[in-house]
């Protein structure tokens, strides 16, 4: 079942399971804010088991593109596009949100994004990225990261 986020009321629902769940809805409230006052757009997430294709889109560039395997279980799913940029996102239950960026009309644009929850250890299979630390209202300390994806996706 989707859920639209908001960003004024924060709410764990769908993320309940993970261990760092309230900075996780946090970190998922400030993607939300920025979607709504960037874009004007509704971020809204489904759960992982009904997005399978999005799971797996966004496994197969890590693994091409870093061989980054993941071994945590993800909860939440977000897939659209906002002007000329398609983001997929995941929200896994060890407190990371990743999304992947990408222009649709330019192949030079694309990105993948790292944000680790407050409270959350760096996973093993993201130790060799450098994290910059963010301080955000809803979700606390964040640290990101992010990578140039060189490969061609279709999404």
């Avoid at 709410?11 to 946090?26: D, T």
């Avoid at 940029?85 to 949100?97: K, M, N, S, T, W």
């Amino acid at each position: 079942m989707a859920y639209a986020v908001d960003f004024k009321k924060v709410s764990s629902i769908g993320l309940e399971s993970s261990p760092v769940a309230a900075a996780l809805a946090g970190l998922r409230a400030n993607e939300a804010r920025y979607f709504s006052n960037k874009y004007g757009h509704a971020f809204t997430t489904v759960p992982a088991a009904e997005s399978r294709e999005t799971v797996d889109l966004v496994a197969r560039i890590l693994k091409d593109e870093r061989k980054i395997e993941l071994s945590a279980k993800p909860l939440e799913t977000a897939r659209f596009q906002v002007a000329n940029i398609r983001f997929a996102y995941v929200f896994y239950e060890d407190g990371l949100g990743l999304n992947v960026m990408w222009t649709v009309d330019d192949p030079s644009r694309r990105a993948v994004g790292l944000k680790l929850s407050e409270g959350m250890e760096i996973p093993a299979a993201l130790s060799k990225f450098k994290f910059a630390r963010q301080k955000s209202a809803l979700a606390g300390i964040v640290r990101g990261s992010f990578f140039v994806v060189k490969g061609d996706y279709p999404v």
